[in-house]
């Protein structure tokens, strides 16, 4: 354990399981469609908040839960059963949530977590305020100029220094001043001139002029360059956490033309992840079995390919990038209930195996995310279970073809299934 946030790389050993939560499930065999998200319940994603106190997760059933982790949680054999110390209940589906970077559970104003919700706006929330009161603290509307109507961020990100935070919709990258509620975006940066510009990086054509299509993912690295992915396989480097100039415009799908690389396609960015020194982008995409490495010092310079991911699903499944003293490690859960670790990938080229993996549980493992200070890992698991259909379904925040859910309601009787939506933290000690 190192106070200043560099990992002790674990043991081989797998890691011991210290307490769960569950989330509660509907047991209804013929769902109608106002029960279909219950019937279906899940743990989306998981993170910790920065101070390493709680673990925050966004579930189907549209509920932020807060988790404060027990003090003596490494202190006794038992296994600990963690319950929600606070659930913020959103009205439709939470496309993106961010933890405020100077998340302090001593200090109960900083406490803030940002999350977006279908057509209405952005909205900013305090788990830590009493339960008799509202948790909402304020509001940022994100309103197109041509319909006056929501739009709805697929991705948020606080800026480094927290006064102001990111949001990536249709392409479309804009600022907003958290001390500003109320108000529309300090600034709009279109990712293309105009919407009605094609793509030339869909074409794989120098002259690419941006990226279009929705920005799904954003991450911002030590030295403040902005990266950007969208659901179009798009990446998009900008200097100044966004405001500055272009650094860089690359296509993920230029990676996937190498047919000596089995398994090395995509159906969209998902998540983009800086390197803790800057220079390699770690970007992975939903119906991939794999993470991508770029150099970014080289533009577009695919470095490696970190295989054997299991996440060939239409369902976002995070990956963490893992600071260590030799550098850092990847970590990423797969369908199968593992998770696999992937070590000094920046050091050689081409495709990569796991180092390391464990059964985290015997579903889709959504999230394995480290605890910023200690040999602690946090997993989440779960995925959509119908007992009418047997097909597997895109999440609602990466399709624009999920309203239409009607033929969830009139499939076969699928085959039986291991259900595992639990929430677990692992000690590797």
């Not at 998200?37 to 673990?55: H, I, V, Y």
């Not at 990569?352 to 040999?375: K, L, R």
């Not at 946090?378 to 859910?405: F, I, P, V, W």
Request: with cysteine; net charge negative.
């Amino acid at each position: 354990m190192d106070s200043g946030g560099i990992i002790d790389t674990p043991s081989l050993q797998p890691p011991r399981c210290v307490a769960s939560a569950e989330l509660p499930q509907n047991g209804a065999q013929t769902p109608t469609r106002s029960e279909f998200r219950r019937e279906s319940n899940c743990f989306k994603s998981a993170q910790w908040s920065p101070d390493g106190t709680c673990l925050v997760t966004n579930s189907e059933d549209q509920i932020l839960r807060t988790f404060v982790l027990p003090v003596d949680l490494l202190e006794t054999p038992s296994l600990h059963s963690l319950t929600p110390y606070a659930a913020f209940s959103a009205p439709s589906p939470i496309y993106a949530t961010a933890i405020h970077p100077h998340y302090d559970l001593a200090n109960p104003s900083s406490t803030l977590i940002l999350h977006s919700v279908r057509d209405v706006p952005i909205r900013l929330s305090n788990p830590l305020y009493p339960a008799s009161s509202s948790q909402l603290v304020a509001s940022y509307p994100l309103v197109s100029p041509t319909t006056e109507k929501h739009t709805t961020p697929h991705a948020l990100r606080f800026c480094r220094a927290g006064t102001a935070f990111l949001t990536g919709s249709d392409s479309l990258i804009a600022l907003f001043d958290l001390s500003r509620p109320g108000e529309a975006p300090a600034a709009r940066f279109p990712t293309v001139p105009s919407r009605g510009t094609k793509s030339l990086l869909a074409k794989g054509g120098d002259g690419a002029v941006g990226i279009k299509g929705i920005v799904s993912a954003l991450d911002v690295s030590c030295d403040g360059v902005l990266a950007a992915g969208t659901l179009t396989r798009e990446v998009g480097l900008y200097d100044a956490e966004g405001s500055g100039d272009v650094v860089a415009l690359f296509s993920v799908a230029a990676a996937g033309e190498d047919r000596a690389v089995v398994g090395m396609h995509g159906a969209g960015v998902t998540q983009v992840v800086w390197s803790p020194c800057g220079r390699y982008l770690y970007v992975a995409e939903r119906k991939s079995d794999g993470v991508v490495v770029y150099d970014v010092r080289v533009t577009g310079r695919r470095l490696g390919w970190l295989r054997g991911r299991r996440a060939e699903t239409q369902q976002r499944m995070g990956i963490e990038v893992v600071p260590t003293a030799a550098g850092c490690e990847v970590w990423a859960g797969g369908t199968d209930g593992r998770v696999r670790a992937w070590r000094e990938s920046w050091q050689r080229e081409g495709v990569q195996e796991p180092f390391f993996e464990w059964v985290a549980g015997s579903d889709a493992v959504s999230s394995a995310v480290f605890h910023p200070c200690a040999t602690v890992a946090a997993t989440s698991s779960g995925q959509r279970h119908h007992g009418l259909c047997n097909k597997q379904y895109s999440s609602n925040e990466d399709s624009q073809s999920l309203d239409d859910q009607s033929d969830l309601l009139s499939g076969t009787h699928a085959p039986e299934v291991a259900v595992d939506n639990t929430l677990r933290v692992w000690s590797f000690e």
